[in-house]
């Protein structure tokens, strides 16, 4: 056909006002096109006429778009100035009520003075009269949007409660199952509270949003904190988990805290280990830190077996390979609780005194055997039992040997009152009967918990993640020093330094002077059975109990190292002495400078800092009236530096911040055994229980759960735990499917190897055969 006798179609004014096209409009420099509004772009008509229309209007596109506008709430609304008079005059019944959702995306204000052009109302009365986007005109009011505002508010109460219930949950361990009954027994509670009524934690919510949410957003917190320190001590300590039968290494963090200007000590993460050599630790510590982090370590804290001390050799040349002048890990030993714990043990099981195993035995004879107690206390008249040992925390027994020393008569009756009808048939009844047969059971039972009270309060003291580096040498020097009076000539530990002493020969006292104790002696004097040689024998078993214990103090704790002692400059005790603390301070900054964590100019500095800041009255004052049971270390002396009036303390400052972060004990990672006990459940995942500990601590280190701030980040991230979750669901879906992939194209492999291999076979099979026929060939045709 001719181009002449193609017809364009025109657009027509009316067409707009047909409900059915009330989004398209007309274009003034093109009269053979149309504008829509829902899609915001132009579309020819061709020659098709008002069928253009339609065939625009049944695009998936503009269909889709028109959809969501019905869903929406203009800009327009949130206006002061009203809509036109045609619009405003617009039933309610025919509006939808409009979502909250809709509200809270919106971004102008309720004091915004914009008034809607002549375009929009027109398309307003156009939607309205073809039922397109009606949902807009009921908003106009302030009191709707008052609620709508109101409602926003309490969406976001709900969510902080959500929160709350959740942190509640992990600090209270209470199952996922019971954290969901709770939320709908709280609606029955308190039915007039909207909070309640819309809280929905189901047990998969809960799950989630712990996992998925909370713990990331309390991680990313803690890095922050840490990322602006410069120096750091990790500590480490490894458990078995039960549930995923791995040794479960914990990482704990000791930092100095900017804001609280204190030292603290948080949980950081935890790794899972098959085997635990010194191989294994390494790699494991530093997979679980950052390359940052790993090169801020002052300290490594943690217990004292060969397995770690080699852990920490082999680290700290790792550190230094391709770094000779960064600073070196420091070491004031390994953590002083376990080596009182483990030398106590050693010494205690040196003697060969069944002191254990009857302190287990009558504890059993009775637990959990109602007849059995019952008979005892009719046979002695005596309701106090046993209590149970502790094979692990030998030194908090001294109550358990108290106890048994207190019931050794009682114990006596009611065994000599069975033994004369029919005895038990178990095992802890015969160790029992045989122990009481010994003479010197109760000497022996007085001297363990004479022993043990000794050190005891050292461990009670230092139980705790208060800055108690700098008291170690004293009060190790204290707990040695007592128990070698014991059996060392006094002129002796006078003449010389403790770790030097020879704990042999002419420098101890003879068998008989040893000082067993008041308690000892009294249990000695009240056997009547008892000869001469008994007690001799009795007290020379008691002396190399005493050598041992204190031998094996001196082989591995912090004491004999000189780090230990010279950082003891900041105690106040020390302090002081002038002429000792500002020697002890010069030995410090010289184990500093020569491990390159400070410089020469900054030690200069540091010293005179330290010595103007000591000459002060005021500071001497507070120095001598000072109690550990008061004041924190750190909190002290840095209310000594804003006492004094010069202000360039900044380089002392800094060197305090690092000696009051080193770690006197990993008292914080046995705690967190505990805490991991009471977070195990079946079928338990290895994140599941790492966002729990993550998220007990930081409640922890909040003071509870009634300090605790629910920040805004941290409602952000419970409600993208959801998404959080689908994305990790579908990570560990393409990863499950990779190593499926790569399971098969191991399989493939390895049946194309074995394949081969039988081709091999069978070629070399069949070449030996023809060979064995040409060589018998060859024979035959040589004979």
């Not at 609620?147 to 209270?172: G, I, Q």
């Not at 300590?237 to 200007?261: A, G, H, I, P």
């Not at 009547?528 to 591995?556: A, G, M, Y």
Request: net charge positive; aromatic share 8%.
């Amino acid at each position: 056909m001719p181009p002449s006798k193609f017809r364009k179609t025109v657009f027509r004014a009316e067409w707009s006002q047909d409900p059915m096209y009330a989004w398209v409009k007309g274009i003034e420099i093109n009269p053979y096109s149309a504008w829509c509004d829902v899609c915001k772009q132009k579309f020819e008509l061709s020659n098709m006429g008002k069928q253009a229309l339609t065939s625009h209007a049944s695009g998936a596109k503009h269909r889709k778009r028109l959809q969501a506008a019905s869903k929406s709430v203009p800009i327009t609304i949130f206006c002061k100035t009203g809509l036109s008079k045609t619009t405003s005059q617009v039933k309610s019944t025919d509006v939808p009520e409009v979502s909250s959702e809709s509200i809270q995306n919106s971004s102008v204000s309720e004091g915004s003075k914009l008034s809607p052009s002549p375009n929009v109302l027109k398309l307003l009365e156009n939607a309205v009269a073809g039922s397109a986007c009606s949902c807009i005109c009921t908003c106009t009011s302030v009191e709707k949007k008052s609620k709508l505002l109101k409602t926003y508010l309490l969406n976001d109460n709900v969510t902080r409660a959500e929160v709350m219930w959740c942190l509640f949950c992990v600090t209270s361990h209470n199952s996922l199952r019971n954290a969901e009954s709770s939320v709908s027994i709280q609606r029955k509670m308190y039915p007039d509270s909207n909070i309640a009524a819309k809280m929905k934690l189901s047990k998969a919510k809960v799950s989630y949003t712990i996992v998925h949410g909370l713990a990331p957003q309390l991680e990313r917190d803690l890095k922050a904190a840490i990322s602006n320190c410069s120096h750091i001590v990790i500590g480490f300590d490894e458990s078995l988990n039960k549930v995923v039968q791995k040794q479960q290494m914990d990482l704990t963090v000791r930092y100095w805290d900017d804001v609280k200007n204190v030292t603290c000590t948080r949980y950081l993460t935890s790794v899972f280990l098959g085997h635990s050599t010194a191989a294994d630790l390494l790699y494991a510590f530093k997979s679980a830190l950052t390359s940052a982090l790993l090169h801020k370590i002052l300290q490594v804290s943690m217990d004292g077996p060969n397995v770690n001390l080699r852990f920490l050799k082999d680290l700290r040349e790792d550190l230094k390979e391709g770094r000779p002048h960064e600073g070196v890990i420091l070491d004031i030993g390994t953590c002083g609780l376990h080596s009182l714990h483990c030398a106590f043990k050693t010494a205690m099981k040196g003697t060969e005194w069944e002191i254990i195993p009857f302190l287990r035995a009558i504890h059993n004879l009775f637990y959990n055997i109602p007849s059995r107690r019952a008979d005892f206390i009719r046979i002695t008249g005596s309701d106090l039992f046993p209590l149970k040992f502790c094979a692990v925390r030998w030194l908090d027994n001294v109550c358990v040997a108290n106890r048994a020393l207190k019931l050794l008569p009682y114990l006596l009756k009611y065994i000599q009152s069975l033994c004369s009808k029919s005895e038990p048939k178990c095992a802890s009844f015969m160790v029992v009967k045989n122990a009481l047969r010994d003479k010197l059971l109760g000497p022996k039972l007085a001297f363990f918990s004479s022993v043990a009270s000794e050190i005891e309060p050292f461990l009670k003291e230092f139980q705790t993640d208060k800055p108690m580096a700098p008291f170690l040498y004293s009060d190790f020097c204290a707990v040695v020093k007592n128990l070698m009076i014991r059996f060392v000539k006094p002129e002796v530990i006078e003449s010389k330094p403790l770790s030097a002493i020879d704990l042999s020969g002419t420098n101890l006292m003879s068998h008989k002077n040893v000082d067993l104790g008041f308690g000892t002696k009294a249990e000695l004097r009240s056997e009547k059975n008892l000869t001469q040689k008994d007690i001799e024998l009795f007290k020379h078993e008691c002396s190399k109990c005493l050598q041992e214990l204190v031998k094996k103090i001196l082989n591995r704790s912090p004491l004999t190292l000189s780090l230990t002692r010279s950082i003891s400059f900041i105690d106040p005790s020390v302090v002081c002495i002038p002429n000792l603390a500002n020697k002890r301070l010069a030995a410090a900054l010289e184990h500093f400078v020569c491990n390159n964590r400070i410089s020469g100019v900054q030690a200069d500095k540091i010293c005179r800092e330290f010595k103007q800041v000591c000459a002060v009255k005021l500071v001497q004052e507070n120095v001598k009236i000072y109690t550990r049971s008061k004041f924190r270390l750190d909190q002290f002396w840095f209310d000594q530096l804003k006492i004094c009036s010069f202000e360039e303390t900044k380089n002392l400052a800094s060197f305090l911040k690092m000696i009051f972060i080193f770690s006197h004990g990993n008292a914080a990672l046995e705690r967190g055994f505990s805490v991991n006990k009471e977070c195990l459940v079946e079928n338990q995942q290895e994140i599941s229980l790492v966002a729990q500990r993550r998220i007990h601590d930081s409640v922890s280190a909040a003071g509870g759960i009634d300090d605790f701030p629910v920040t805004k980040q941290l409602i952000h991230a419970a409600r993208n735990a959801h998404s959080n979750f689908k994305d990790y669901l579908q990570k560990q879906k393409e990863l499950s499917q990779e190593k499926a992939e790569t399971n098969i194209l191991k399989r493939k492999i390895a049946a194309e190897l074995a394949e081969l291999q039988a081709r091999k076979k069978k070629i070399l099979e069949d070449a030996q055969n023809e060979s064995a026929i040409l060589d018998s060939r060859i024979e035959a045709l040589k004979t």
